[in-house]
């Protein structure tokens, strides 16, 4: 749906909140199955802000590698696949730093840069990062097949122009000498039967 509009600032915007959201259903969802008896608000307004922070943070940081080193998409994969994992492992640390702060957290700031919660975490973001080279790789197949698919059809149709250019010119060639053959006839039947018109 966001293709159909001109990339923007604001559609990037839109289109990180909406991935956001989704992520906060999945996350409440799974809340909820393993704490039925959680209240709704509390882990709605936690995801919420642990999924607005971390995926306008690693927004951000996607922003910054475009403009510090655009072209990634031309990379190799595996450039690609380091550069796509890296960036959401580092988003993913200040995200939820920036999101223990406005929670209140400072027990959990502490726990999270100890080796097992970076850990922890980096296994989280790659499982995410995953999802989205998945995703990414799948958009650039469909991406080239729409490419090839547009350039078929536009080899045919100027097949077929030529086909058409082709036929015009044959059918000009059948046209031209009978054009000739009529005006010589008519000159040759004016010549025959009236000879006095030769003169004047």
């Known amino acids: ?7 923007s600032l604001w559609r990037d915007l839109i289109y990180t909140f909406v991935w956001n959201m989704q992520f906060v259903v999945v996350f409440t969802a799974l809340a909820l199955l393993f704490d039925p008896r959680a209240p709704v608000r509390d882990v709605l307004r936690i ?24 072209g990634m998409d031309r990379k190799s994969i595996v450039v690609r696949l ?18 223990a702060e406005i929670l209140g957290w400072s027990d959990f700031l502490r726990s999270l840069f100890t080796a097992r919660g970076i850990a922890s975490l980096a296994l989280v973001s790659m499982v995410i990062s995953a999802i ?31 086909i058409v ?36």
């Not at 749906?1 to 990339?7: A, E, G, L, V």
């Not at 000009?172 to 053959?181: D, G, K, R």
């Not at 009529?182 to 039947?189: C, K, P, Y």
């Open 47 to 70: 995801d919420f802000i642990l999924a607005q922070c971390i995926g306008y943070v690693i927004h951000l940081l996607f922003a910054l590698g475009e403009w510090i080193a655009p």
């Open 165 to 200: 250019t082709g036929r015009l010119k044959l059918l000009e060639a059948q046209v031209e000498p009978h054009f000739l053959y009529n005006t010589l006839a008519h000159v040759v039947s004016l010549i025959d039967t009236e000879p006095g018109a030769r003169g004047a």
């Open 1 to 7: 749906m966001f293709r159909r509009w001109p990339r």
């Open 132 to 162: 989205l080279f998945a995703i990414i790789l799948q958009r650039e197949r469909a991406t080239r097949a729409e490419t090839t698919t547009a350039l078929e059809r536009a080899r045919l149709a100027e097949a077929q122009r030529e």
């Open 82 to 99: 380091v550069y796509y994992a890296g960036v959401p492992i580092v988003g993913l640390l200040i995200g939820y730093w920036i999101s």
